[in-house]
T-cell receptor, first 114, second 111 residues
Framework: NAGVTQTPKFQVLKTGQSMTLQCAQD?????MYWYRQDPGMGLRLIYY???????DKGEVPNGYNVSRLNKREFSLRLESAAPSQTSVYFC?????????????FGSGTRLTVV | QKEVEQDPGPLSVPEGAIVSLNCTYS??????FMWYRQYSRKGPELLMY????GNKEDGRFTAQVDKSSKYISLFIRDSQPSDSATYLC???????????FGSGTRLQVQP
């Protein structure tokens, strides 16, 4: 009963470095999402994928790219990390037909850019 | 102005108290309303969801939606120390896949 698995759990990057955050779900969900959570700002949508093969920008996409590798996996890439990208990143998934019943979230990746 | 506003707290109550958590919103197209609970250093987990206006009860939790006032509430009866967490409201429009979240209210229930 893994649900949504995110790796890594913690990461420290230097400004300008790149990295990919990995996310995998085993619930056969159609839709997957990447959010960032900052103090006082709540959860803000970076990108989402309504189904395999499609991706769309969310509220704060600048500085990020995504890949929906297959139905299970949805990765988030920072090409050139900036201190403003220091945040907690959450991946989530939902059954596309019943998204109203809510997302299943991963446990998060804590990223610090110095 | 944010689409969804939520008092960040912290809200501190004694064990056994009734807790009221609230969100206001500006988008009149929101139809689906959810409450998530997030423990420290964990991902949010869905507590309850409702569609349109009205009340919904699940054990010690009651969710209330007043669309005319653009105001939603979560009530927790007989609060327990294990209820100490951050509570996030979330909402969405029909046909819009992604949710819009409030910033969360931190609740502390003192034993």
């Amino acid at each position: 009963n893994a649900g949504v698995t995110q790796t890594p759990k913690f990461q420290v990057l230097k400004t300008g470095q790149s990295m990919t955050l990995q996310c995998a779900q085993d619930m056969n969900h159609n839709s997957m999402y990447w959010y960032r959570q900052d103090p006082g700002m709540g959860l803000r949508l970076i990108y989402y994928s309504a189904s395999e093969g499609t991706t769309d920008k969310g509220e704060v996409p600048n500085g990020y790219n995504v890949s929906r590798l297959n139905k299970r996996e949805f990765s988030l890439r920072l090409e050139s990390a900036a201190p403003s990208q220091t945040s907690v990143y959450f991946c989530a998934s939902s059954d596309g037909d019943r998204f109203v019943r809510g997302y299943t979230f991963g446990s998060g990746t804590r990223l610090t850019v110095v | 102005q944010k689409e969804v506003e939520q008092d960040p707290g912290p809200l501190s109550v004694p064990e056994g108290a009734i807790v009221s958590l609230n969100c206001t919103y500006s988008n009149s197209a929101f139809q689906y309303f959810m409450w998530y609970r997030q423990y420290s250093r964990k991902g949010p987990e869905l507590l309850m969801y409702t569609y349109s206006s009205g009340n919904k009860e699940d054990g010690r939790f009651t969710a209330q939606v007043d669309k005319s006032s653009k105001y939603i509430s979560l009530f927790i009866r007989d609060s327990q120390p294990s209820d100490s967490a951050t509570y996030l409201c979330a909402m969405s429009e029909t046909g819009r896949r992604a949710l819009t979240f409030g910033s969360g209210t931190r609740l502390q229930v003192q034993p």
